[in-house]
């Protein structure tokens, strides 16, 4: 078993990473596998070797250990852009220049009904999405979508990954997504962004196939964007590893943890003296 925790170095880490860190870690260790830390740098313009420093500071200090060099996205960015050019070539990207305004608009238009939110926020319009898929080389520097139909109609579907931990609502087991359900309630999906390069959703199918991970285990927040990371794995000929969606660690009032709330910074706690023991129990581990 191979299990990764993959924090983005943009702030402190919380309550909410250490929970997840700690479940990679106790799951690879009890089946004798291997846990990684990987790097999620991508957005550059706000990640900081200074919380790089730190969280690996924090880990260390719960009792983590983990090969090094550890993967860090920012030094793999041809594989990204090798993958755009697949996608792209296989006619299943094009360039959008529409800004968040730009489609709330469309989608206030009055015979469109309530618009949908998909796991990036709302669904696409398609305002910019070609009739058929462009030709010449791949524009960079510039935004550019999946277009979801397209790509779910070169593909047996529906799409499948096998749940061991449990979706928002409760959804465990095998898990099908039929083309109508990416296109209705995801859609078109950004695969790389202006001065930004690959997104999320692309890095991270190709750093978990590159690190050989057989299990993904994450915040239950990340339960629908999965469907997209299968459609990608499919597309790009990448295993698909098995998914384990945990709980995520909610402050008093019930709120998700955010980078921002450094009340609840592990460097908190342990300049307050906690052991990394008492942090376990905090977090029913
Ligand atoms: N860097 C991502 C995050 O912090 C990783 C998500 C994942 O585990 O796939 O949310």
Redesign the pocket.
Known sequence: MITRF???PTGPLHLGHAYSALLNHDMAKAAGGTFLLRI?DLDRSRSRPAWEAQLKDDLHWLGLDWPEPCRRESEHLDAYDAALDRLWEMGLLYPCSCTRRDIREALSAPQEGAPLTGPDGLVYPGTCRPAAPPTGPRPKDTTLRLDMARACASLPMPLRFEETGAGPEGQTGLIETAAQEMTATIGDVVLARREMGAA?HLA?VIDDAAQCVTE?I?GRD?FEATRIHALLQRLLALPTPRYHHHRLIRDETGKRLAKRDDARAIALYRSEGLTPQEIRTRLGL
Do not use: H, I, Q
């Open positions: 993959a924090p983005s999620d999320y991270v993904v994450r990340l």
